[in-house]
């Protein structure tokens, strides 16, 4: 016990006690930097998702107004009659042509240099399998075979019930996968890891195979193939996405165009038809439903079971049948009233509460009104009452768009409503849905799982609902389920659990906002049930990088959006920052710039802890807000020659307009005329509330150097926003109007790489 | 001039509760004022705080229902984390001090720890790290020819990226 032994060991222990200290210092430090990298992460991620969100009701909301204008507008001459019912009409295959459809692709010739895939019906295995070879060697399948498979594909669905039953028994495995959205890589890795589809594996593909990638093409001609060798085994659900509406805006419908230049046309027909046949759930071992969105409180699984899915074109519109009074007298009482919450059509009164002042009610409005659309119908109004009062605000608010637009005002005419875009239901053909019937089939491609208890309207996406954790034990109990498997919404992870395990979300579309920013998964049950999940990211790429510098690259493209979006909205801003500074000292604190952008942009974005990335040009947490308008605008501007207000409304509103357009040209030639364009553009803009001046458009018109003969190149004129688009981030050079190259548009879409 | 202190005191407070609700919402994913239990930790840091695992413990305990529920309530966790911003509580650690840190565990004094050492340590000592942490730090730290992580490297090029 003397003290030489004891000194030895005390330095030990102390050393000890330092290596401990120290150990600990550093892990503490690390833990916080992982934190801050994990917030940076969740950060971004709401930026891209809420963008992606915000289109997407964007989009609904376009689709009401048109939709409603169809149904209310009364044009006055040849003309304009004309105009619109090129914009408005949806084009659709009669049933009876069968004829017409075969002719469709036999008489199409393949020349001796196509060096592609070909294809004899009826499809063989090996076929299939070539097929994906082909698409991974980057090879295109000739229109030919294109459109020969989709008409097989097409026979095959009409044949299909709404919801096919699969059981394990036969396959021992099954998997499922969630929307791929256009990206290949993902499905060749699926098919690469899990294996080919055969008699014992049994594939479940759950919607949204097309949109936003840049392979939606390949994807569903792999798909399809499969489907017609192995229609016992290969099933698909329609997702939302499988609707030439929503293709309009997305990209499906370009890449088509692009890839099938002579065509494409009557692809983009076929498809429209294959996509309303595609069933619309699967159910396994009749114990686990998958579907694309969700549910709701008023699901009714015999209901969906029944209808008449190909009635449903678009998910997007609705039109009800014309039916006598007497008819709808009785489907008043008949109806169930709703419990879940309509979402209201944008353009009525924000509040559930009728107007208050009297309108004149123009009596022949109301007998042609008696069909419309996404009117809310709370059971407990009088339906019709409530309909008239709707219906007498939204007229006022319609006059006034036309009035804005240079249109006259409407006569009380007699002219029968001229845009009955559906054949006469008197004459026995009922080509619609009913209201309830397209709402069934809504709540199921567009709702999402809330954590809340309930069930309310989806406003984020403007379509369907949110469903809480009682909705889908409802739906369970109901139908004697135990598992609801659900696609439709990005996750980080490919998946994600809720409403206790009842609810599984699987995404297989991997980098789907940037490369690095989420892995994609697929979903095996076997005779148990028991979920089996498998993850992966199709891009060699991001495994050599760091967490810290994907999340970077990342999170630079998700800046980026945000900052284009922030430019877009920059007179807004200016003019809500102006409100926060009444001394006018050009000065505003960094608390109120987060205030002021979140009011303008709605995003609810958690703009406190995103400040740093955006504004770095603030002193004691002042900011001085014009001089950091101007530095957003110098990136996002190279031409001096466009006005930069016009510029930012027309950006603000790209998509839209390319969606217009694309409407416009309804046969898809590529031009419309210089009018055409005009007039929409007036109308568009007046109920867009925005203020722009016929001589501006002129302007614009010249300096993007349209056609002489009057007529507009749609590419031409979109070339022109991606121009600005690209030498803005290339930053000074002026491309000439030659030289770019055909990525898609869209703010968060990567470029190829 | 008491007065002042006050009113000053309410501005710099009614700033720390703008930070938390921002930094709260980011993990509140249904929007009712919720966070899972695991995701504090991940707010607390990213509000400036540097805590250890224990201390993050304690917190946690503050700011849970009587009987956990594996969530936190906004209107717990606001006056809590309030006044850990306002006693400047858990403040983070300087580069120097990390530093040393890395030189009391480099006992050769080598300028450098390997990667076994650097394992050993992180995983056996102080506050132990899990395996994903662990890989998570080697992917960035080693420098694969060496199988090596030069400490005074590391720390600049972090704190770089930080900023």
Same mark, same amino acid.
């Given at each position: 016990?003397?003290?030489?032994?004891?000194?030895?060991?005390? $330095?030990?222990?102390?050393?000890?006690?330092?290596?401990?200290?120290?150990?600990?210092l550093?892990?503490r430090w690390?833990?916080r930097?992982?934190?801050?990298?994990?917030?940076?992460?969740?950060?971004?991620?709401?930026?891209?998702?809420?963008?992606?969100?915000?289109?997407?009701?964007?989009? &609904?909301?376009?689709?009401? $107004?048109?939709?409603?204008?169809?149904?209310?507008?009364?044009?006055?001459?040849?003309?304009?009659?004309?105009?619109?019912?090129?914009?408005?009409?949806?084009?659709?295959?009669?049933?009876?042509?069968?004829?017409?459809?075969?002719?469709?692709?036999?008489?199409?010739?393949?020349?001796?240099?196509?060096?592609?895939?070909?294809?004899?019906?009826?499809?063989?295995?090996?076929?299939?399998?070539?097929? &994906?070879?082909?698409?991974?060697?980057?090879?295109?399948?000739?229109?030919?075979?294109?459109?020969?498979?989709?008409?097989?594909?097409?026979?095959?669905?009409?044949?299909?019930?709404?919801?096919?039953?699969?059981?394990?028994?036969?396959?021992?495995?099954?998997?499922?996968?969630? @929307?791929?959205? #256009? *990206? %290949?890589?993902?499905?060749?890795?699926?098919?690469?890891?899990? #294996?080919?589809?055969?008699?014992?594996?049994?594939?479940?593909?759950?919607?949204?195979?097309?949109?936003? #990638?840049?392979?939606?093409?390949?994807?569903?001609?792999?798909?399809?193939?499969?489907?017609?060798?192995?229609?016992?085994?290969?099933?698909?659900?329609?997702?939302?996405?499988?609707?030439?509406?929503?293709?309009?805006?997305?990209?499906?419908?370009?890449?088509?165009?692009?890839?099938?230049?002579?065509?494409?046309?009557?692809?983009?027909?076929?498809?429209?038809?294959?996509?309303?046949?595609?069933?619309?759930?699967?159910?396994?071992?009749?114990?686990?439903?998958?579907?694309?969105?969700?549910?709701?409180?008023?699901?009714?699984?015999?209901?969906?079971?029944?209808?008449?899915?190909?009635?449903?074109?678009?998910?997007?519109?609705?039109?009800?049948?014309?039916?006598?009074?007497?008819?709808?007298?009785?489907?008043?009482?008949?109806?169930?009233?709703?419990?879940?919450?309509?979402?209201?059509?944008?353009?009525?009164?924000?509040?559930?509460?009728?107007?208050?002042?009297?309108?004149?009610?123009?009596?022949?409005?109301?007998?042609?009104?008696?069909?419309?659309?996404?009117?809310?119908?709370?059971?407990?109004?009088?339906?019709?009452?409530?309909?008239?009062?709707?219906?007498?605000?939204?007229?006022?608010?319609?006059?006034?768009?036309?009035?804005?637009?240079?249109?006259?005002?409407?006569?009380?005419?007699?002219?029968?409503?001229?845009?009955?875009?559906?054949?006469?239901?008197?004459?026995?053909?009922?080509?619609?849905?009913? *209201?309830?019937?397209?709402?069934?089939?809504?709540?199921?491609?567009?709702?999402?799982?809330?954590?809340?208890?309930?069930?309310?309207?989806?406003?984020?996406?403007?379509?369907?609902?949110?469903?809480?954790?009682?909705?889908?034990?409802?739906?369970?109990?109901?139908?004697?389920?135990?598992?609801?498997?659900?696609?439709?919404?990005?996750?980080?992870?490919?998946?994600?659990?809720?409403?206790?395990?009842?609810?599984?979300?699987?995404?297989?579309?991997?980098?789907?906002?940037?490369?690095?920013?989420?892995?994609?998964?697929?979903?095996?049950?076997?005779?148990?049930?028991?979920?089996?999940?498998? *993850?992966?990211?199709?891009?060699?790429?991001?495994?050599?990088?760091?967490?810290?510098?994907?999340?970077?690259?990342?999170?630079?493209?998700?800046?980026?959006?945000?900052?284009?979006?922030?430019?877009?909205?920059?007179?807004?801003?200016?003019?809500?920052?102006?409100?926060?500074?009444?001394?006018?000292?050009?000065?505003?604190?960094?608390?109120?710039?987060?205030?002021?952008?979140?009011?303008?942009?709605?995003?609810?974005?958690?703009?406190?802890?995103?400040?740093?990335?955006?504004?770095?040009?603030?002193?004691?947490?002042?900011?001085?807000?014009?001089?950091?308008?101007?530095?957003?605008?110098?990136? *996002?501007?190279?031409?001096?020659?466009?006005?930069?207000?016009?510029?930012?409304?027309?950006?603000?509103?790209?998509?839209? %307009?390319?969606?217009?357009?694309?409407?416009?040209?309804?046969?898809?030639?590529?031009?419309?005329?210089?009018?055409?364009?005009?007039?929409?553009?007036?109308?568009?803009?007046?109920?867009?509330?925005? @203020?722009?001046?016929?001589?501006?458009?002129?302007?614009?018109?010249?300096?993007?150097?349209?056609?002489?003969?009057?007529?507009?190149?749609?590419?031409?004129? %979109?070339?022109?926003?991606?121009?600005?688009?690209?030498?803005?981030?290339?930053?000074?050079?002026?491309?000439?109007?030659?030289?770019?190259?055909?990525?898609?548009?869209?703010?968060?879409?990567?470029?190829?790489? | 001039?008491?007065?002042?202190?006050?009113?000053?005191?309410?501005?710099?407070?009614?700033?720390?509760?703008?930070?938390?609700?921002?930094?709260?919402?980011?993990?509140?994913?249904?929007?009712?004022?919720?966070?899972?239990?695991?995701?504090?930790?991940?707010?607390i840091r990213?509000l400036g705080c540097c805590p250890t695992?224990?201390e993050?413990?304690?917190?946690?305990?503050?700011?849970?229902?009587?009987?956990?529920?594996?969530?936190?309530?906004?209107?717990?966790?606001?006056?809590?984390?309030?006044?850990v911003l306002l006693e400047r509580k858990y403040r983070p650690i300087p580069e120097d001090v990390l530093?040393?840190?890395?030189?009391?565990?480099?006992?050769?004094?080598?300028?450098?720890?390997?990667?076994?050492?650097?394992?050993?340590?992180?995983?056996?000592?102080?506050?132990?790290?899990?395996?994903?942490?662990?890989?998570?730090?080697?992917?960035?730290?080693?420098?694969?020819?060496?199988?090596?992580?030069?400490?005074?490297?590391?720390?600049?090029?972090?704190?770089?990226?930080?900023?």
């Amino acid at each position: 016990m003397g003290s030489s032994t004891s000194a030895p060991h005390r $330095f030990a222990f102390q050393n000890a006690e330092h290596a401990f200290k120290a150990a600990a210092l550093i892990q503490r430090w690390y833990r916080r930097y992982m934190a801050r990298l994990e917030m940076r992460r969740r950060c971004t991620w709401s930026i891209f998702q809420s963008i992606e969100y915000a289109g997407q009701q964007d989009q &609904v909301k376009l689709h009401d $107004f048109f939709s409603y204008l169809v149904d209310h507008f009364t044009p006055r001459n040849h003309n304009e009659r004309d105009f619109l019912n090129r914009m408005f009409t949806e084009e659709r295959f009669a049933q009876d042509s069968e004829m017409e459809k075969s002719s469709d692709f036999e008489s199409i010739e393949v020349p001796d240099s196509y060096t592609g895939p070909r294809l004899s019906f009826p499809l063989l295995p090996d076929q299939a399998t070539a097929l &994906v070879e082909a698409f991974r060697l980057k090879q295109q399948l000739h229109a030919r075979y294109v459109l020969n498979l989709l008409y097989e594909t097409r026979k095959h669905l009409a044949q299909l019930p709404n919801i096919n039953r699969v059981s394990t028994c036969y396959s021992e495995e099954i998997t499922v996968c969630g @929307d791929l959205h #256009g *990206q %290949l890589d993902d499905l060749i890795f699926i098919f690469y890891k899990n #294996g080919l589809p055969s008699p014992e594996r049994a594939y479940v593909f759950n919607g949204d195979f097309v949109d936003r #990638g840049k392979e939606s093409v390949e994807i569903l001609m792999v798909l399809f193939a499969f489907m017609l060798v192995y229609p016992k085994e290969f099933h698909l659900n329609r997702g939302n996405h499988e609707d030439h509406m929503v293709n309009l805006r997305y990209g499906f419908t370009k890449e088509v165009l692009h890839k099938y230049k002579t065509h494409g046309k009557k692809i983009l027909r076929t498809l429209q038809d294959v996509f309303c046949w595609l069933p619309l759930a699967t159910l396994v071992d009749e114990k686990v439903l998958v579907l694309h969105g969700g549910i709701s409180d008023r699901t009714d699984l015999e209901f969906l079971a029944k209808l008449d899915r190909h009635k449903i074109v678009s998910t997007l519109r609705c039109k009800m049948r014309k039916e006598s009074t007497k008819q709808e007298e009785e489907k008043k009482t008949a109806n169930q009233p709703s419990s879940a919450q309509e979402p209201t059509p944008w353009f009525l009164p924000q509040s559930r509460s009728l107007p208050s002042t009297p309108f004149h009610l123009r009596p022949d409005k109301a007998h042609r009104a008696g069909r419309s659309c996404s009117i809310p119908c709370p059971g407990a109004l009088d339906r019709q009452e409530l309909s008239r009062h709707a219906r007498r605000s939204v007229d006022l608010e319609l006059e006034r768009c036309r009035q804005q637009a240079g249109f006259p005002g409407i006569k009380e005419s007699e002219e029968p409503s001229p845009l009955a875009s559906g054949p006469d239901p008197e004459s026995g053909e009922l080509l619609e849905p009913t *209201q309830e019937e397209w709402r069934q089939v809504v709540d199921i491609l567009w709702s999402d799982p809330m954590a809340q208890e309930g069930c309310k309207a989806n406003t984020v996406r403007g379509g369907g609902c949110y469903f809480g954790p009682d909705v889908t034990q409802q739906l369970l109990e109901r139908y004697s389920l135990q598992l609801l498997i659900r696609s439709h919404e990005c996750k980080p992870e490919g998946y994600e659990f809720c409403h206790n395990r009842k609810v599984l979300t699987i995404f297989s579309a991997s980098n789907y906002y940037e490369v690095g920013s989420n892995r994609g998964a697929y979903v095996k049950l076997g005779p148990s049930l028991t979920p089996h999940i498998v *993850q992966y990211q199709a891009n060699k790429g991001t495994h050599l990088l760091t967490m810290r510098q994907r999340i970077s690259r990342v999170e630079e493209s998700a800046l980026r959006a945000l900052r284009k979006k922030l430019f877009a909205h920059s007179s807004d801003l200016l003019d809500e920052f102006k409100k926060h500074d009444a001394d006018k000292t050009g000065i505003i604190s960094l608390s109120d710039w987060a205030a002021a952008v979140e009011s303008v942009l709605h995003l609810g974005l958690p703009w406190r802890m995103l400040r740093p990335q955006l504004v770095n040009s603030s002193t004691d947490n002042m900011l001085e807000y014009k001089t950091w308008l101007e530095s957003l605008a110098k990136e *996002q501007l190279s031409r001096e020659n466009i006005q930069s207000s016009l510029l930012e409304k027309l950006y603000r509103n790209r998509s839209n %307009l390319e969606t217009i357009f694309r409407i416009i040209d309804s046969d898809h030639s590529g031009f419309i005329s210089l009018d055409e364009f005009r007039q929409t553009w007036k109308l568009f803009s007046s109920h867009m509330n925005i @203020d722009i001046s016929d001589d501006c458009i002129c302007d614009l018109a010249r300096s993007i150097d349209f056609n002489k003969d009057g007529q507009i190149d749609i590419n031409e004129f %979109l070339e022109a926003f991606r121009l600005v688009e690209q030498s803005c981030s290339e930053g000074r050079d002026s491309a000439c109007p030659q030289s770019t190259d055909t990525s898609d548009g869209g703010p968060s879409s990567p470029d190829p790489h | 001039r008491a007065s002042e202190s006050e009113g000053e005191k309410e501005a710099i407070v009614a700033d720390f509760h703008k930070k938390i609700k921002d930094a709260f919402e980011v993990f509140d994913h249904e929007s009712n004022n919720t966070v899972d239990v695991r995701e504090i930790g991940t707010i607390i840091r990213s509000l400036g705080c540097c805590p250890t695992e224990g201390e993050l413990h304690d917190l946690i305990a503050e700011v849970e229902e009587e009987e956990p529920t594996g969530f936190i309530r906004y209107e717990k966790f606001l006056p809590v984390m309030t006044k850990v911003l306002l006693e400047r509580k858990y403040r983070p650690i300087p580069e120097d001090v990390l530093l040393r840190a890395f030189e009391v565990l480099d006992t050769a004094k080598h300028g450098f720890l390997t990667k076994e050492e650097l394992i050993k340590y992180m995983t056996e000592e102080g506050e132990p790290f899990s395996q994903e942490e662990m890989e998570e730090m080697l992917s960035a730290a080693i420098d694969p020819e060496s199988n090596s992580i030069n400490y005074k490297e590391y720390i600049t090029m972090m704190v770089i990226d930080e900023n």
